[in-house]
């Protein structure tokens, strides 16, 4: 599955939440884990060839147990700096979360960042 949002404020954005996908064949709904296979973050802004630090903004990412908040704690990635026009991966290493737990990131500056989170059900 791939989900997809824009960082339209400075604040901590919710990205992604893991949930239970479709119905149960038989039984209660029990909850799912789901892996994180791979997120991309795009800056769009435009680039000035004479000046990096325009359109360039920060990105810090939270890993939220049970879709708690974001802080230290959590954080996996903090002020990762992204220069106007450049794509960032992160695919190394998988990350499974349970049913409830969320992705949340914050950036410096609004509109500039594009997320894509790809997840596969485990």
């Known amino acids: ?3 997809s949002t824009r960082l339209t404020t400075t604040s901590d954005t919710l990205v992604y939440t893991s949930s239970t996908t479709g119905a149960p064949v038989a039984g209660p709904v029990l909850g799912q884990e ?3 296979t791979s997120i991309i973050v ?3 802004g435009t680039p000035n060839l004479t000046d990096e630090t325009v359109n360039s903004s920060t990105l810090t990412i939270n890993l939220c147990a049970g879709g708690g908040s974001a802080s230290d704690t959590n954080t996996i990635v903090k002020n990762l700096i ?3 026009g450049e794509t960032v991966f992160f695919s190394d290493e998988k990350i499974v979360l349970n049913s409830g737990d969320t992705i949340r990131m914050t950036a410096c500056a609004a509109n500039l960042l594009s997320i894509t989170v790809s997840t596969l059900a485990v």
């Open 82 to 84: 992204i220069p106007a």
């Open 1 to 3: 599955m791939i989900y």
């Open 42 to 44: 795009c800056n769009t």
């Open 34 to 36: 789901n892996a994180v």
